[in-house]
């Protein structure tokens, strides 16, 4: 079966500097890949996607992230972080069942929460 | 525009009650989904639904039955309440392409005393 892992619970920064988060998945194909943020009392944004071709990716509100195959990670990053990033992130992957479909079902990672400090 | 809507967004039930979490979506899409959300353990997929007729169970279907009504909704029933399924309940809403992305509601807080 299919796993997420993100290393991370809880991570703070300081306004303005750099920010990873990661994420570690197991699958034996190629998976799709996700990350989507959460703010407080809010449902879930994506952020951007991965599922083949160039594997550095932009998404929304200056985020990349890039896959990693040989290391089986999708880690999140962004140059400055700003206080309006304090949320909870979550890295996803959908993939292919063998011999069937995953029927666009999403496995989740526990989530990292994100402390911006002035 | 509305994209997935849930109701109620919060409630609070004792030991016992029954309830229905209600979501709609007006995307057209095919394949709707529930999760719950709990404290260090991202989101569990509870029931899906692929198409219009069909429902199946996810990770943590226990305790927990759903209808999908038509194309447009799919709602989630618990029984009979029990605290341990105190939790925030999402509801989601894509395509059976494992490439793209699933769209969720804001959520419906469930406290079971």
């Known amino acids: 079966a299919q796993s997420v892992t993100q290393p991370d619970i809880h991570i703070t920064v300081s306004e303005g500097a750099s920010l990873e988060l990661r994420c570690n998945y197991s699958?034996?194909?190629?998976?799709?890949l996700f990350w989507y943020v959460q703010s407080p009392g809010q449902g879930l944004q994506l952020l951007l996607k991965?599922?083949?071709?160039?594997?550095l990716v932009q998404g929304i509100k200056g985020f990349e992230a890039e896959f990693k195959r040989s290391q089986s990670s999708f880690n999140l990053r962004k140059p400055s972080v700003h206080w309006s990033d304090a949320a909870e992130y979550f890295c996803?992957?959908?993939?292919?069942?063998?011999?069937?479909?995953?029927?666009?079902?999403?496995?989740f990672g526990q989530g990292t929460i994100l402390t911006v400090h002035p | 525009n509305a994209g997935v809507t849930q109701t109620p967004k919060f409630q609070v039930l004792k030991t016992g009650q029954s309830m229905t979490l209600q979501c709609a979506q007006d995307?057209?899409?095919?394949?709707m989904y529930w999760y719950r959300q709990d404290p260090g353990m991202g989101l569990r997929l509870i029931y899906y639904?692929?198409?219009?007729?069909?429902?199946d169970k996810g990770e943590v279907p226990n305790g927990y039955n759903v209808s999908r009504l038509n194309k447009r909704e799919f709602s989630l029933r618990l029984e009979s309440a029990a605290p341990s399924q105190t939790s925030v309940y999402f509801c989601?809403?894509?395509?059976?392409?494992?490439?793209?992305?699933?769209?969720f509601g804001d959520g419906t807080r469930l406290s079971i005393l």
């Open positions: 639904s692929a198409s219009e007729g069909t429902t």
């Open positions: 989601a809403s894509g395509t059976v392409d494992s490439n793209q992305p699933q769209h």
């Open positions: 995307m057209n899409h095919n394949s």
């Open positions: 991965y599922f083949s071709g160039d594997t």
């Open positions: 699958y034996g194909a190629t998976p799709y």
């Open positions: 996803a992957v959908g993939a292919l069942w063998a011999g069937g479909t995953s029927y666009g079902k999403l496995t």
